[in-house]
């Protein structure tokens, strides 16, 4: 797999029946390895070990339903409540994070009212400040860190 614009990270890896798989702390089982999941793994690596997010309140890859239809988020960090904090959209390495992605995230934040968003392909990390009241959401540089945040 293809490095990445994120610190490195240990990662265990199994092999079976000619496929790779990446173990998921979260999940806490082996996913087979694609190139959105090496993403999606960076991405949980760097909640837990940079953000310093407790595994506790981070959810991996669960079904929503938007305006009826069931989709999948990649990735949410809770607040201690059960609000969703943060909603995270990975993409591979090799798609280009577009308006359409953003808008898909948007659509899918509709329903989850997360506070902050971040769109990803590894490469290229967006990070969005969620401002409901004026329907639209402001652009950062990084992610709040867990410690010493006030829910």
């Known amino acids: 797999m293809q490095k990445l ?3 490195s990270y240990a990662f265990r890896f199994k092999n079976s029946e ?4 990446i173990f998921d ?3 806490k089982k082996f996913i087979i ?8 793994q960076h991405v949980v690596n760097y909640l837990l070990e940079e953000k310093k997010y407790p ?6 890859e669960k079904v929503l339903l938007v305006n009826g239809l069931r989709k999948r988020y990649d990735v949410v ?3 201690p409540d059960g609000s969703i904090f943060i909603l995270i959209e990975c993409k591979a390495p090799e798609v280009k994070i577009s308006q359409a992605t953003f808008d898909q995230i948007a659509r899918y934040n509709m329903t989850l009212e997360a506070e902050f968003l971040m769109v990803t392909n590894g490469l290229n990390h967006y990070f969005c400040l969620m401002d409901f009241e004026n329907e639209k959401y402001e652009f950062l540089r990084e992610l709040p860190n867990y410690k010493g945040l006030v829910f």
């Open 5 to 7: 614009n994120f610190p």
């Open 18 to 21: 000619n496929k790779v798989s």
């Open 25 to 27: 702390a979260i999940r």
């Open 33 to 40: 390895l694609t190139p959105e999941e090496w993403v999606r």
């Open 55 to 60: 595994k506790s309140l981070i959810n991996v």
């Open 77 to 79: 960090v809770f607040n």
